[in-house]
């Protein structure tokens, strides 16, 4: 607790160690901390006597600071956000195929690599494709990103456009994993199933 005690307005006070008062028998090692021309005198837990001025002001008790009552916040573990996005196909970006393709797939024997064929009969892209834009490759799209292959080809009958072939090639383990999940996604979306080779 500190003390407070007003000694009016001074022109000029002297002060010095020995005016200190002594606590017990060793000095008092908080010296009184004295603003000129406003006149207040600071100490620590005494009121300091001042011999030449005849004000006898009364101590000011200055209750001490409470501790805030809020909560040390802790630091937030960092949250991982998955953003769940519908798997789909598109040849155009932003224009989901609505047809559901025939999907073969072959892998080498030590697999290493592997390739899937997409067989789409009729596809939606050809009756918006005037519209939207070109066809600029096949995207497969899910939770995990984009996946792009340029191996794309229209199949024609008498002049038109009866489907599309496309041509997924994976170079390694890791491509092929990352594929199997899209279409794990995506089957699970659209109710295929997968059907293994006699």
């Known amino acids: 607790m500190a ?6 307005s001074l022109t000029s006070v002297n002060h010095s160690q020995r005016n200190v008062p002594r606590s017990g028998t060793r000095k008092n090692p908080n010296f009184a901390l004295l603003i000129r021309r406003i006149g207040i005198v600071l100490s620590s837990c005494s009121v300091l006597p001042i011999k030449s001025s005849s ?9 001490r600071a ?3 009552s ?3 916040l802790r630091p937030m ?3 991982s956000i998955t953003m769940m996005v519908k798997p789909a196909l598109q ?8 047809t559901i393709p025939d999907v073969k797939l072959t892998r080498s024997r030590d697999g290493s690599n592997g390739m899937a064929l997409f067989s789409f009969d009729q596809p939606s892209v050809f009756d918006s494709s005037g519209e939207v834009g070109e066809i600029t490759g096949l995207y497969m799209i899910d939770e995990e990103g984009v996946i792009q292959s340029t191996d794309v080809n229209a199949r ?6 009866e489907g599309i072939v496309a041509k997924h090639i994976m170079r390694s383990p890791k491509e092929w994993d990352r594929f ?13 199933q997968f059907v293994k080779k006699q």
């Open 156 to 161: 024609f009958v008498n002049g038109k456009p």
């Open 66 to 68: 409470q501790p805030s």
């Open 77 to 79: 573990k960092p949250v």
């Open 3 to 8: 003390c407070v005690r007003s000694i009016g």
């Open 180 to 192: 199997m999940r899209f279409m794990e996604r995506y089957s699970d979306q659209n109710g295929l």
């Open 55 to 63: 004000f006898t002001g009364s101590p000011v008790s200055l209750p």
């Open 91 to 98: 040849f155009i970006q932003g224009t989901d195929e609505m």
């Open 70 to 72: 809020r909560t040390a």
